[in-house]
């Protein structure tokens, strides 16, 4: 139980941390990403390989949704993390003179930034609408009372 409590913790905090950091990212002038842009590298980079490690295993889409929307949650869940991990790999090759071949890092961000916006209104809809406590999973326990 233990294991389960810290890996939730560490996945709680990844996401915020990098949630906050691609949206910083987005917007500062993509020639001085510097340090936020590493920082994002890391935290993106470890969300990603935790997602790799163990939620490969649970991607449950949670018994409230139903139809489509159950077929597709696991889709759109592997897809966001491929998301994260393009937008990872494009910035920290690119800060190091290398860029993908492809579009820019710049266009990778702001193509997470938009998934990640259609992401968390999926998941606010889910908790009101649905009233299946999504945001509990991702939200830390102190906090809950606030939802």
């Known amino acids: 139980m233990k294991a ?3 890996r939730r913790l560490a996945t709680q905090i990844l996401h915020w941390t990098t949630g906050v950091l691609l949206y910083l990212l987005l917007s500062v ?3 001085i990403f510097g340090l936020l842009g590493w920082a994002f590298v890391v935290s993106g980079g470890a969300l990603c390989v935790l997602w790799l490690c ?3 295993l649970n991607q449950g889409p949670g018994p409230a949704l139903e139809g489509v929307l159950r077929t597709a949650h696991p889709w759109l869940s592997r897809a966001m993390y491929v998301l994260l991990a393009w937008a990872v790999v494009a ?3 690119g800060a190091l003179g ?6 820019e890092a710049r266009t990778a961000l702001l193509v997470l930034g ?6 968390a209104i999926f998941h606010l809809w889910r908790h009101t609408a649905l009233r299946d406590g999504a945001l509990r999973r991702i939200i830390p326990a102190k906090l809950h009372k606030y939802l």
């Open 4 to 6: 389960f409590k810290a």
């Open 29 to 31: 002038d993509d020639r």
């Open 54 to 56: 163990f939620g490969l």
């Open 91 to 93: 910035l920290a090759a």
């Open 98 to 103: 290398r860029p993908l071949p492809g579009p």
């Open 114 to 119: 938009a998934a990640a916006l259609f992401h």
